[in-house]
């Protein structure tokens, strides 16, 4: 065969090749959203659990405020210098990555300590003002809470349990989130899997 048409149909062939993996790439449909959280799951059956608390802005506050949403539930302390204003952060991060708001309850762990005004302030120079309340209370209807939750308090000689937990629209704990492995990436992506239904055990 001569040389010219032996690189004619070597050209033909790499061209026909070129085209068939051009269209498969096309053809490729855009990978799923994962359904697979990436914070820990809940134990299930925990309890919706109900509060009656009061925001920085002295507007009382309670569980039927976030039903039918998904929701963010912090715990956190007015006068904390580091991991506080950090989970703050993670957390603002993450709803600029969701790409909208949603409901973020941060639960005070040390009265009285943790004024309204306190609230006020802190909630200001995390630039969260408007998407997070920050919910202060009596002792005992905030302990309620802590034991709902499993969460130590902020106390003398000792840190408080620095959680982040995912209720879904029945206000049930369904995603959790040590601090130290929070991020916003994971916590935005499990915010939308509690959106889409997903999130259950086993998925």
Partial sequence: MPLRVQLALALVATFAVIAAGVAVFAGEPEPAP????????????????????????????????????????TFLYTTCE???????QQVRAALDDLGHDVP???????????TPARARRFVQEQQMTGRMRFLTGPRDELRRQWRAYGIRPQGDGFEHTAHVVLLDRRGVQRIGFPVDKLTPEALAHDVALLERGGGRAGT
């Fill in 104 to 114: 973020v309850l941060a639960i005070a762990v040390d009265p009285p300590r943790d």
């Fill in 34 to 73: 994962s359904d697979t959280p990436r914070g820990a799951l809940r134990p299930p059956g925990i309890p919706p659990a109900d509060f009656r608390l009061t925001d920085q802005d002295g507007r009382p506050a309670s569980l039927a405020d976030v039903r039918g949403k998904v929701a963010v539930v």
């Fill in 82 to 88: 580091d991991t506080c204003p950090l989970t703050a």
